[in-house]
């Protein structure tokens, strides 16, 4: 199982991103899927989860509004769209899957500073 995340890099306060995490060697459609982010010198918090069938989404309270997590079953890739972002979403982001989501990535930077 391989889990690829994309899209990071710096953008300015109140600007946006795309995240992706393509994966391989997953029966994908089969498997929620969870984005998480680690700040310097902080813990990783969950930040975005998607079910499944993309049914169910939920998300951290300090992201509700301004992220979205989707998924495209056909590109086996999750995305996560980050709008309005501010310098405290400065962190490594990073997806992980499969069973008890044991499978991750190995994270994209995203800098927010001007």
């Known amino acids: 199982v391989q889990l690829v995340e994309s899209g990071g890099g710096l953008v300015q306060p109140g600007g946006s991103l795309r995240l992706s995490c393509q994966t391989s060697g997953l029966s994908f459609v089969n498997y929620a899927f969870k984005w998480h982010r680690q700040a310097p010198g902080q813990a990783r918090d969950l930040v975005a989860l998607?079910?499944?069938?993309?049914?169910?989404?939920d998300y951290a309270d300090s992201v509700k509004g301004r992220f979205t997590i989707s998924r495209d079953d056909a590109k086996e890739t999750v995305y996560l769209q980050m709008n309005n972002l501010n310098p405290e979403a400065t962190s490594v982001y990073s997806c992980?899957?499969?069973?008890?989501?044991?499978?991750w990535g190995q994270g994209t930077q995203v800098p927010v500073s001007s």
């Open positions: 992980s899957s499969g069973v008890r989501f044991t499978s």
């Open positions: 998607i079910s499944s069938r993309g049914g169910t989404r």
